[in-house]
């Protein structure tokens, strides 16, 4: 026991002494970045530099952190050095505790100042009026499909995409009501569709109740004996309620895709994506013929997505498509692949091109 006593000791003080070190390095990387942001001139925000960062922590990790672990400590670290040149501030789709300030949170860091929306209208309204350096929104979820609320006011707005996030979407049942005794549940409509399943074998007899938010849920679910709500583990914590079942989505894989919108895109980081929305001449196979040139170029394309022209003022029956292609628009095979694109089709904007989601 003495032995064992006294190696924990040392231990302990190889932890303080190696607590002390990574304090000081973390201080040097800190004015290392104030001296970088006075040699800069406008933003000093890159989200290629970040993501090119957060790619060499993963390569580099020699464990026995995970890489994920890594790269959660060092966007942390980058979030409080920028903070000291560029206090951020972020809109994300409120209230608090939705899994949309968990992507902000996840992009950003915790250092950013962040302003909850109630739609997704008001987050491009806050960036554009300035309230806001970037503001985080969803615009699909791999089960339910497209946000096209998000996509139709891409396609008005002048705010470009400067970021994406991936988020595992896990539900919690959350709530002080049992199985048995619970008459309803709360949620917002996408969150009990993708627990649909679940529900009917654990919950068949329940009300469905679709409100604004997984956070507004939780909260009225502290308010009623009787009622449950679906929600994140954040929104669990915030409003003080136990997990009865914890992640009752029906898909496991289930993840949501947001993108940082700002007034400006981002520069090529090595591993980037581009979106934009077109639409095609009225012709005979226009739409093979719109999109020919990414195949002659060798670029990969990753989502297609259309839309009804009308959202925009267009006429009956005809449709925009939206497109996501591998690569930055300053690649040499992306630029003469969209040139060529523009040229034969009716209608072209490039929504910015950006680094992948990184972790």
């Excluded at 209230?95 to 929306?117: M, N």
């Excluded at 068949?204 to 308010?223: I, W, Y």
């Excluded at 930055?328 to 003469?336: S, Y």
Aim: aromatic residues 6%; proline residues 5%.
């Amino acid at each position: 026991m003495a032995d064992a006593e006294q190696e924990l000791k040392k231990l302990r003080e190889g932890v303080d002494a190696l607590d002390t070190e990574l304090l000081r390095l973390v201080n040097a990387r800190a004015k290392i970045a104030q001296r970088i942001g006075k040699l800069k001139q406008g933003a000093i925000y890159r989200p290629e530099r970040e993501a090119q960062v957060l790619r060499r922590v993963a390569e580099s990790n020699p464990g026995p952190l995970t890489a994920i672990a890594a790269q959660r400590i060092v966007r942390e670290v980058m979030s409080a050095c920028l903070a000291l040149e560029q206090p951020l501030t972020v809109a994300y789709l409120g209230p608090a505790g939705t899994y949309s300030e968990a992507a902000a949170l996840k992009h950003f860091g915790a250092a950013p100042t962040f302003l909850p929306c109630p739609s997704i209208d008001e987050i491009f309204r806050a960036v554009l009026a300035g309230t806001v350096h970037y503001g985080v929104v969803p615009v699909e979820n791999s089960t339910e499909g497209a946000i096209v609320r998000t996509l139709d006011l891409l396609l008005s707005s002048p705010l470009m995409i400067c970021g994406e996030i991936n988020l595992a979407i896990h539900h919690q049942l959350i709530g002080h009501a049992g199985l048995d005794t619970a008459t309803h549940v709360y949620s917002h409509a996408q969150s009990l569709a993708q627990c649909h399943e679940w529900l009917n074998r654990h919950l068949p007899a329940a009300a469905r109740v679709a409100v604004a938010s997984n956070a507004e849920a939780a909260r009225l679910a502290t308010q009623e004996k009787n009622a449950l709500a679906i929600a994140g583990e954040k929104a669990a914590e915030l409003y003080a309620l136990p997990i009865l079942v914890a992640n009752i989505e029906d898909d496991p894989s289930n993840t949501t895709r947001f993108v940082v919108i700002a007034e400006h895109d981002a520069g090529p980081s090595g591993n980037d994506r581009t979106s934009l929305v077109c639409s095609a001449k009225n012709q005979s196979g226009a739409v093979y013929h719109l999109l020919a040139p990414l195949a002659e170029q060798g670029v990969s394309m990753t989502r297609f997505e259309s839309r009804p022209a009308r959202s925009w003022g267009g006429k009956r029956w005809e449709y925009v498509f939206y497109l996501d292609i591998d690569g930055h628009q300053q690649d040499t095979a992306v630029a003469q692949a969209l040139e060529a694109l523009e040229q034969r089709a009716d209608f072209v904007k490039r929504l910015g091109s950006y680094p992948k989601a990184v972790y």
